[in-house]
């Protein structure tokens, strides 16, 4: 047989299911040894947010934008528990796996590349996302938050988002050369983001500049889309929150592959 | 093909690059289908850096790259479905039991639902892991965790099996255990590149052996043919204190024989060495891979 009529007998194409698919049961085969920690640090972080903050902040101040401030908040930290649950997993885990542990060698030894090897890690991480994502909120229908038929487009909004986030810490991971430099992002980026995404209070009264810079942040679009749906308060301006999500989930998707790939092909 | 045997591995001129650093420097190997060639040299030479260019893992800077008629690194995924990796490094899972480990490869060698337990059965089999299968793998010992790597390499009956240094850092009984399982292998058809360090590993499983050095093959034929070639039948080992093995030097570089040092003794390559040196502190001994090596490459063994 001629090196061409071999080629032809076996054509493999990009993003093929059976290479995603590999990568998804070995996260899952992976997962099942440690999902009660993770399930832990993405459920009780979030919650006890909106435990200190809801009736903490909620003995001071009754209620926000027309919201209980403990349903303000409830839905609010939806946010924080995707971020947790997809940015912070997948920039520590993606540099222990392809720094330390070398898995992701392994992996490119078979027929995955590694477009494949990165779509499989964040599909995987954003499915987390989108389930944990929805924690706060169910304790916040146990603490009074009525729930609505719509919350059943939280979980979507949290993987979409997850799956941004996700493509972020993966790009982060490629991209810096020491695990200590992550405290760099974590301070400068996610914190800042974290707080000014109107999870914790409104952005209206303040500045101007905050207003316009939140309209960049990912956790804001995130916070409002989630609010939308909790209290199934749909407006116009969900397309561009929904938009937004998406366009940043696919530009993180793509920078993360190509960071990767320079990081993995020498 | 006109009688010529079909290739699992053709590089053609393959040169890379890191930065200024020439890491492998036009070079030319071929692995027959059904043979064990190894890739000989010491650190440095550009062994592991070729392999990482059979996997698509480094990118030659110019050269042509075939595996199992597959064009590099166009193809490379292709090949890579019908190739096994031994990596240098461990890169095991090792928070799941070997048996998890091995199902992961079934999968991501894209096995079939009905073929992954069997594939996984006999992968167990051939490393003699089969007691092993619920042991979490931080748990085995190094040997263990070596075959591991093997069997993984395994579980989807590859065509051709890339083995990069694939016995480092074990202790002799380990290394004799590895030995039979790649021999097996070998055996049973399958081709093989290892690249290696420790020349008895490189004579007693390779059919052909390259010698690399600083990125390029220097030397390549069947162990006993370079032996033959570059030492001759005979080596003379000539023992005396540090100043009689540097007139031992002298003497043999003015009648145009090379030597080497090999700690206590001088070895005087080339068969007309017997008879220059006094017989009471010289012993002759048959040349080996060893000697080619040391001549070729200028490093010592480790």
Redesign the interface.
Same mark, same amino acid.
């Given at each position: 047989?001629?090196?061409e009529s071999?080629?032809q007998a =076996?054509?493999?194409h990009r993003l093929e299911r #059976?290479?995603l698919?590999?990568?998804l049961? =070995?996260e899952i085969?992976?997962f099942r040894?440690?999902w009660r920690s993770a399930t832990f640090s993405s459920t009780v972080d979030p919650t006890i947010y909106l435990l200190a903050f809801g009736f903490g902040f909620g003995s001071l101040v009754s209620s926000v934008n027309g919201y209980d401030y403990v349903e303000y908040v409830g839905t609010g930290t939806v946010a924080t528990a995707v971020l947790f649950s997809s940015a912070m997993p997948s920039m520590f885990g993606t540099f222990v796996k392809y720094r330390f542990? =070398?898995?992701y %060698?392994?992996?490119?030894?078979? #027929?995955?590349?590694t477009e494949e090897l990165v779509t499989a890690e964040n599909l995987w991480i954003a499915v987390r996302a989108g389930t944990y994502g929805c924690v706060p909120m169910l304790v916040a229908i146990v603490f009074g938050l009525t729930p609505e038929w719509t919350m059943i487009f939280v979980p979507p909004i949290a993987f979409v988002s997850g799956f941004g986030w996700a493509g972020f810490g993966t790009t982060v991971a490629a991209t810096l050369d020491s695990i200590d430099n992550f405290s760099y992002v974590m301070s400068g980026v996610i914190t800042p983001m974290f707080l000014v995404a109107g999870t914790f209070f409104p952005l209206n009264n303040l500045a101007t500049w905050v207003q316009v810079l939140a309209q960049l942040n990912p956790l804001y679009h995130t916070v409002q889309l989630v609010r939308a749906a909790a209290f199934d308060s749909w407006s116009a301006v969900d397309i561009w929150h929904a938009g937004f999500l998406i366009v940043f989930g696919l530009a993180m998707w793509r920078l993360a592959i190509w960071r990767m790939t320079l990081r993995?092909? %020498? | 093909m006109h009688g010529e045997p079909a290739l699992a591995v053709r590089l053609r001129g393959v040169v890379k690059f890191y930065g200024a650093i020439k890491a492998v420097n036009g070079l030319d190997l071929d692995v027959p289908e059904g043979t064990c060639v190894g890739l000989l040299g010491p650190n440095g030479a550009g062994k592991s850096t070729t392999m990482k260019t059979l996997t698509a893992q480094a990118i030659p800077d110019k050269g042509d790259i075939q595996v199992l008629g597959y064009t590099l690194p166009r193809e490379s995924k292709q090949a890579r479905a019908e190739c096994g990796v031994v990596p240098q490094l461990d890169n095991l899972d090792t928070t799941l039991t070997v048996e998890q480990n091995l199902l992961v490869f079934a999968y991501l060698y894209r096995l079939g639902r009905a073929e992954r337990q069997p594939a996984v059965e006999r992968a167990l089999e051939i490393a003699n892991l089969v007691d092993r299968r619920d042991t979490r793998v931080d748990k085995l010992s190094g040997g263990m965790r070596r075959r591991l790597l093997i069997a993984r390499a395994l579980v989807h009956r590859p065509r051709l099996v890339l083995l990069d240094e694939p016995t480092v850092g074990l202790d002799p009984q380990v290394r004799q255990e590895l030995w039979a399982l790649i021999d097996g292998l070998r055996s049973a058809g399958v081709s093989i590149l290892m690249s290696t360090h420790y020349i008895e590993e490189a004579e007693r499983l390779a059919d052909t052996v390259t010698i690399m050095s600083k990125g390029s093959a220097i030397a390549t034929g069947p162990p006993h043919q370079l032996v033959r070639e570059y030492a001759g039948s005979e080596v003379l080992e000539v023992y005396g204190p540090p100043p009689r093995l540097q007139e031992v030097e002298r003497d043999a570089a003015g009648a145009g024989l090379r030597t080497r040092r090999t700690g206590t003794s001088v070895a005087v390559v080339g068969d007309h060495a017997n008879g220059l040196f006094e017989a009471d502190s010289s012993v002759a001994r048959a040349a080996n891979l060893e000697d080619v090596f040391v001549l070729l490459t200028g490093e010592e063994v480790e």
């Open positions: 047989m001629s090196a071999v080629s =076996r054509e493999l #059976p290479a698919a590999g990568v049961v =070995r085969i992976n040894s440690f542990q =070398r898995t %060698d392994a992996i490119l030894a078979a #027929p995955v590349d993995l092909v %020498d | -």
